[in-house]
């Protein structure tokens, strides 16, 4: 079965500092990856999706930045925290084009 | 450009009631809408998902919903809640097999109380 994994659970960040958040999928391949930020525990903003390798498409401007290094890892990052970057960040991967999103537990950042 | 709307903030309900969390959605094309369910501080689970065929889907737990093309609604439902019921409820719709992404709606906190 599949599964995805993603972690830190928690973290905290001073302003300024970067920010690396990884997500890696089992059990599946060529996944479509997704990152969601959810701010103040209600809707969802997609930041970053992925259709393969390499291939990243952003749908909002901002201080992040998102890699998909292998087939199943997308990683998240940041090179300079700002406050209004804290959140609950959601990765979620999807297989074919009328299957679900499955998503991940999520991380709670805080910038401080 | 595709859209859903929840239009309820929160739902109450007493417990053994039926419940019912509303959606309408906006998009070109066939609709594929899909329910999700999110605990705190959890990611959010699947509940069941609209492709096409019957306009009634059943899913997880008891929950179905009714795909209703004319009024673009994709309603949640569930003839008797449970306490346990209670948690923030997302809608989402892509565009048919050409959709990669999914929009979702800005959530729907459902209590049910004792």
């Known amino acids: 079965s599949q599964t995805i994994h993603q972690w830190p659970a928690t973290l905290v960040q001073p302003v300024g500092s970067p920010l690396s958040l990884e997500c890696t999928v089992e059990?599946?391949?060529?996944?479509?990856l997704y990152w969601y930020r959810q701010a103040a525990g209600r809707g969802l903003q997609l930041l970053f999706y992925s259709v393969g390798i390499g291939q990243i498409s952003s749908e909002v401007p901002q201080n992040l930045s998102a890699s998909r290094p292998q087939d199943r890892q997308f990683i998240l990052s940041s090179k300079k925290l700002l406050l209004s970057d804290s959140g609950f960040y959601l990765c979620?991967?999807?297989?074919?084009?009328?299957?679900?999103?499955?998503f991940g537990n999520g991380t709670r950042l805080t910038v401080t | 450009a595709q859209s859903v709307a929840q239009p309820e903030d929160q739902v109450n309900v007493a417990e053994g009631n039926p419940l019912t969390v509303k959606c309408t959605y906006s998009v070109s094309g066939n609709p594929y809408l899909f329910w999700y369910v999110q605990y705190p501080n959890r990611g959010l689970q699947f509940l069941l998902k609209y492709i096409t065929g019957d306009n009634l889907v059943k899913g997880s737990y008891g929950f179905e919903a009714e795909f209703n093309k004319s009024q673009t609604s994709f309603h949640l439902k569930k003839p008797s809640a449970l306490v346990s019921d209670s948690a923030l409820y997302f809608c989402?719709?892509?565009?048919?097999?050409?959709?990669?992404?999914?929009?979702f709606g800005g959530g729907t906190r459902l209590m049910v109380k004792p």
């Open positions: 979620a991967w999807r297989g074919s084009y009328n299957s679900p999103l499955h």
């Open positions: 059990g599946t391949s060529n996944p479509n």
């Open positions: 989402a719709v892509t565009r048919g097999s050409a959709g990669n992404m999914l929009t």
